[in-house]
Nanobody, 124 residues
Framework: QVQLVESGGGLVQPGGSLRLSCALS????????TGWYRQTPGKQRELVAD????????NYAESVKGRFTISRDSANAIVYLEMNSLTPADTAVYYC?????????????????WGQGTVVPVSS
């Protein structure tokens, strides 16, 4: 069982910065990728950034590339999303996601685990 807990959300002014944290627990060894998604009313949930467990390979949505940085602290089982130069368009509920490998009985299928979300309003 994998569990994710997000923290760090809160009101921030345009141009400001914020760092979100995702604490991982449970069968961490089964996780092969961790990502941050965001969603606002009237919009589909979108991938913001993700990072692999092996090699720490990252990728970003074009809208945040150059402004956001995802990183992984493997020793403490925490994934961070550092957000800089925030704009109102970044306002959303941010969710941490872990992609894990199922058991042999489950034919090693992909398992998606989601955190509860953390609210990030960007407003003056």
């Amino acid at each position: 069982q994998v569990q994710l807990v997000e923290s760090g959300g809160g009101l921030v002014q345009p141009g400001g910065s914020l760092r979100l944290s995702c604490a991982l627990s449970g069968n961490i060894a089964s996780i092969y990728n961790t990502g941050w998604y965001r969603q606002t009313p009237g919009k589909q949930r979108e991938l913001v950034a993700d990072i692999t467990s092996v090699g720490n390979s990252t990728n970003y949505a074009e809208s945040v590339k150059g402004r956001f940085t995802i990183s992984r602290d493997s020793a403490n089982a925490i994934v961070y999303l550092e957000m800089n130069s925030l704009t109102p368009a970044d306002t959303a509920v941010y969710y941490c996601n872990a992609a894990a490998v199922g058991t042999r009985t489950q034919r090693y299928r992909k398992l998606d685990v989601w955190g509860q979300g953390t609210v990030v309003p960007v407003s003056s």
